[in-house]
C-alpha cells in the first residue's frame, strides 16, 4: 500500500493541526493504521493507531486527551487532529500501515508514507 501523508505547518502552542493519510494499491481496510513522529536527533516513536475495522484507538500517553486518530474507509484515508499543541509535539510526523495487527513499534508497519513536518512555537 502507498501511502501519502499531508497537512502538517508551523502552529502557535495550544493550536491544532489536522493531518491526513491517503492510501493507495491495496485494501484499506486490511491495514492497521499508525502514526508515528521523529524529532531532530530522537528515536522514531509511537503517537496513535487504529484498528482494521476503526474500533479500537490506541495512543501514546503523551498525546492523550489531545490528539484524535480516525479513519474513513470510503477516501482509504486516516486523520490524525491535533489540539493543544505543544512545541514539544515539534517534529516529522509519519503514517503507516500494518497488516499484522500490531500498533505500537515501527517494526509492526510494513509501508511508510514520507511525513509531514509539524513545527509548535511558543
Known amino acids: 500500500v502507498q501511502l501519502q501523508a499531508s497537512g502538517g505547518g508551523l502552529v502557535q502552542a495550544g493550536g491544532s493541526l489536522r493531518l491526513s493519510c491517503a492510501a493507495s494499491?491495496?485494501?484499506?481496510?486490511?491495514?492497521?493504521m499508525g502514526w508515528f513522529r521523529q524529532a531532530p536527533g530522537k528515536e522514531r516513536e509511537f503517537v496513535a493507531a487504529?484498528?482494521?475495522?476503526?474500533?479500537?484507538?490506541y495512543y501514546a500517553d503523551s498525546v492523550k486527551g489531545r490528539f484524535t486518530i480516525s479513519r474513513d474507509k470510503a477516501k482509504n484515508t486516516v486523520y490524525l487532529q491535533m489540539n493543544s499543541l505543544k512545541p514539544e509535539d515539534t517534529a516529522v510526523y509519519y503514517c503507516?500501515?500494518?497488516?499484522?495487527?500490531?500498533?505500537?513499534?515501527?517494526?509492526?508497519?510494513?509501508?511508510w508514507g514520507q511525513g509531514t513536518q509539524v513545527t509548535v512555537s511558543s
Open positions: 503507516a500501515a500494518g497488516i499484522r495487527g500490531n500498533y505500537y513499534y515501527p517494526t509492526d508497519f510494513e509501508s
Open positions: 494499491g491495496r485494501t484499506f481496510s486490511n491495514y492497521a
Open positions: 487504529i484498528s482494521r475495522s476503526g474500533g479500537s484507538t
